[in-house]
């Protein structure tokens, strides 16, 4: 262990990485301290011991404008192991209707939209009007969020302009967004992910998933924090803070120890944030971090050959959300990804049903699976997956800062603008460690 660090980051999930290199990049000496055997948090890969394949425990899927995650990924030098769509392309199959697909052209902004409104067969005239004004209608509510009643997705998509159309495609894409049902989720979220999404050029709006596991996307970080005169230590559980005449001062471990440091940042889950903070630092903040978790359960099915008419496919109108084309295994077969989220009907259900359920769905969506063998069928439920997306929980959402000198706040729970992604862990990471100064 060092001997005293400049500050301490507790948390190796992609919030606690982020701000943990980013202090490092900037000089100083950081420990980092994971109560796990590994990184990643509820992102994260293993070994599956049934087949020795990679798994993730979830299928997180990110963008070619996660401008804050790429930045963290470029500075530890594992960009490449995300594989990026070279520009937008959603492959949808919906229950009654069939196949259509948005796909933008490498076109200038914002022609690369109007081009792929124009060529998907399920809009119509209207639905075009609607959808071109979809982005000003996003910056529109943020411009005045606060001032008025926060919306549900549901409302604000049913509000001039809209259109039946484009909510049906839409409504998928806030589901995965915000792991939450439109009927609840936060409008101000999904605003705040379109204007992303449609500000971004043609060239940076693809969709990506890591080419093997999320494991890899944090691979070797622990290098450069140690290189840098840090250190990362893990099964090191962070029992409480010491906090002296209103101002950091290290933190209790498990076992007795303790560790020094005039500055700390607390980059863990909203409920062990519960159970850190002393009572007086804690009430303020009560109310997130007791609120409810949103469950996402996604499957591995293995068939004989490629199913799949695109990497991605959105299911709408059958309970299986989306499903991705993982690739050829090295124990044979062929990687179809599926996934479920705001899963709160599919926590508690025996697996094996959930697994039958999902075959079934991607054989009626998909003709080549009707034909293809299916070799295996895994599902995996996050039951702690993210926080809800509601208005209610937004409100609750807490800064970086805290009423102790020294002590930050990071992690996809907190106030990031965001939905609890990936995207937004690391942008609340490095927001953080930039208030450290």
Sequence with gaps: MIGSPDALVVGAGFAG??????????????????????SGGRACSWID??????????????????????????????????????????????????????????????LHW???????????????????QLHAKARALLG??????????????????????????????????????????????????LDRLLSAPASRSGLALPRRGLADLLLGYERYIESRGGEVRYRATVLGLRIA???????????????????????????????????RQLDPLRGAATTPWSPIVSAVHAFDRPILPARFVGLL?????????????????????????????????????????????????????????????RVYKERRATIRSTPEVQALRPGATTGVKGLFLAGDWTDTGLPPTIEGAVQSGHHAA???R
């Design 317 to 377: 109108g059958i309970p299986t959300q989306w499903a991705f084309d993982r690739g050829p295994l090295a124990s044979g077969g062929h990687a179809v990804g599926t996934l479920r989220s705001a899963a709160f009907a599919d926590a508690e259900r025996v697996p094996t049903d959930i697994a039958d359920e999902t075959t079934a769905d991607l054989r009626e969506a998909f003709p080549l699976a009707r034909t293809a063998r299916l070799l295996s069928a």
């Design 114 to 132: 109007l081009a792929a409104l124009a060529r998907c067969s399920r809009f119509s005239v209207p639905a075009r009007a609607a959808a071109l």
């Design 245 to 279: 005449g209103g101002r950091i001062d290290g933190v209790s471990l498990l076992g007795g120890g303790r560790l020094d440091a005039p500055a700390v940042i607390l980059a863990v889950p909203h409920e062990r944030a519960g159970w850190i903070l002393p009572p």
């Design 144 to 193: 005045v969020n606060g001032t008025v009643r926060e919306r549900t997705v549901e409302e604000w998509l049913s509000e001039p302009p809209g259109h039946a159309d484009l909510m049906t495609v839409l409504r998928p894409i806030a589901l995965a967004a915000l792991n939450e049902d439109p009927r609840h989720g936060s409008a101000a979220l999904l605003a705040r992910v």
């Design 434 to 436: 930039g208030l450290l």
């Design 49 to 110: 011991p049934a087949t020795g394949e990679v798994r993730d425990n979830g299928q997180h899927v990110l963008g070619g404008f996660y401008d804050e995650t790429l930045r963290l990924l470029d500075r530890i030098g594992t960009a490449d192991a995300l594989s990026i769509d070279p520009s937008f392309r959603l492959h949808l199959w919906e229950r009654g209707r069939g196949e259509y697909e948005l796909n933008c052209p490498r076109l200038p902004a914002p």
């Design 17 to 38: 990485v982020a701000a943990a290199t980013a202090l490092a990049q900037r000089g100083a000496r950081v420990a980092v301290l994971e109560a796990r055997q590994r």
